[in-house]
């Protein structure tokens, strides 16, 4: 049974940086094609694409966002990093890490709501 | 980016009767291998996104038979045979062929 689950800091300030933790189980990174990735929701608002990572540690990035993320892995631990620099209020969001293979996300944690604000 | 386009974003349905959403790309979604790499989603009231269809047409695992997907190339859609209560959320096709995936805007289904 594969779960994922993102854990990281509810609150942040505008300019800090945000650190978010996807645990999984049921798969290990280590199989062929098998990545994670990150995708965020604005409240009321369409999903947004962010970034992925596979076990070869081949990353991916939005462009638009490049700059500022992250993603990392530890194998051992069952866990993909997040990093995402100089937050900002429209960075508001439920971010949600997905397990990807065969081409599709066909899992989704149950999501972290971050929110922006001084 | 490719661009996915939704229509209608708010759909309306009485129980029982058909529904059809339409998405488009604004690149074709076949890759050389033969396959396209169309997802759907359905994100349910206060719930994460749930696979519905892969590759276009393929129902994911204990996805019901009244849902459905065809197309091709830049147009597909998504069809539920018989609308019931528990479909009601926020479906969101998305493309995976390219960096960045990319979604479309949502359509809203509801209960009239």
């Known amino acids: 049974q594969i779960t994922l689950k993102e854990s990281g800091p509810s609150l942040v300030k505008p300019t800090q940086t945000l650190t978010l933790t996807c645990t999984f189980s049921?798969?290990?990174?280590?199989?062929?094609?098998?990545?994670v990735g990150w995708i965020r929701q604005p409240p009321g608002k369409a999903l947004e694409w962010l970034a992925l990572i596979y076990g070869n540690d081949d990353k991916r990035y939005s462009p638009s966002l490049k700059s500022r993320l992250t993603i990392t892995k530890d194998t051992s631990k069952n866990q993909v990093v997040l990093i995402m620099t100089n937050m900002d209020p429209v960075d508001t969001a439920t971010y949600y890490c997905?397990?990807?293979?065969?081409?599709?996300?066909?899992?989704w944690g149950q999501g972290t709501l971050v929110t922006v604000s001084s | 980016d490719i661009v996915m386009t939704q229509s209608p974003l708010s759909l309306p349905v009485t129980p029982g009767e058909p529904a059809s959403i339409s998405c488009r790309s604004s690149q074709s979604l076949l890759h050389s291998n033969g396959y396209t790499y169309l997802d759907w989603y359905l994100q349910k009231p206060g719930q994460s996104p749930q696979l519905l269809i892969y590759?276009?047409?393929n129902r994911a695992s204990g996805v019901p038979d009244r849902f459905s997907g065809s197309g091709s190339g830049t147009d597909f859609t998504l069809k539920i045979s018989r609308v019931e209560a528990e479909d009601v959320g926020v479906y969101y096709c998305m493309q995976g062929l390219q960096y960045p995936h990319t979604f479309g805007q949502g359509t809203r289904l509801d209960i009239k």
């Open positions: 049921g798969f290990s990174l280590s199989t062929s094609g098998v990545a």
């Open positions: 997905a397990h990807r293979r065969d081409w599709t996300y066909d899992y």
């Open positions: 590759w276009g047409s």
